[in-house]
């Protein structure tokens, strides 16, 4: 059976692209030979339940894939568990990992011990960041701010403190859940925001 590598890529949103990863995984692939299938996914990192990844992981189980390789380590996921579970499970089956920007290679005795330490920051990372999300509700409540419902499809009023709030944490790399969970606003109105600012 001939075998393929999975390029695989993931943004955490719809308002986010690919382009960021692309020029670089092209790049690998233009400098290595053998078949290649590419994989995508927009969803979350928290979870490993996402529809690319779920295509990706058959083709794993179903022995035709001979490597993996993704723009940084956190584009796989942000649990630890997740990750060194993942580890294990490629090494098992054979199937080498390929980290370009954190530039680990889990066919050596130093790139899965790489691979371990990152999958633990890959983790932390994430607790930090729920954190400054808890941490940015906590002063949008300080500040009285409360919001109610509204109708679909109509943006709210959006205050000087949620449009900065807004863009500081997009710009931490948030997802677009956690702000408006954060901010008490309807997603539609984080997109609706960031869209005129684009």
């Known amino acids: 059976?001939?075998?393929?590598?999975?390029i695989y890529v993931r943004v955490s949103s719809t308002a986010q692209d690919h382009k960021s990863q692309l020029p670089d995984l092209q790049r690998w692939v233009d400098s290595n030979d053998g078949a290649v299938k590419?994989?995508?996914d927009k969803a979350s990192g928290k979870t490993m339940d996402r529809p690319g990844w779920q295509q990706l992981e058959a083709a794993i189980r179903a022995g035709k894939v001979s490597a993996v390789v993704v723009w940084r380590l956190?584009?796989?996921?942000r649990t630890a568990s997740g990750l060194t579970s993942l580890f294990d499970d490629l090494r098992q089956r054979k199937v080498n990992l390929v980290s370009l920007k954190d530039g680990?290679?889990?066919?050596?005795?130093?790139?899965r011990l790489m691979a371990n330490v990152l999958a633990s920051v890959a983790q932390y990372d994430n607790e930090v960041r729920a954190e400054r999300v808890?941490?940015?509700?906590?002063?949008?409540?300080?500040k009285g701010k409360t919001w109610?419902?509204?109708?679909?499809g109509v943006r709210k009023k959006v205050t000087d403190t949620q449009l900065k709030m807004i863009r500081q944490l997009n710009g931490q790399g948030e997802s677009i859940t956690a702000i408006a969970t954060a901010l008490r606003l309807s997603r539609p109105t984080i997109y609706s925001v960031l869209r005129s600012e684009s």
Not at 74 to 77: A, I, N
Not at 104 to 111: E, I, M, N, R, V
């Open 1 to 6: 059976m001939s075998k393929h590598v999975a």
């Open 38 to 40: 590419w994989y995508e």
């Open 74 to 77: 956190d584009r796989l996921g």
């Open 104 to 111: 680990l290679d889990l066919s050596t005795p130093a790139g």
């Open 134 to 142: 808890r941490a940015g509700q906590a002063v949008a409540k300080a």
């Open 148 to 152: 109610g419902g509204s109708k679909a």
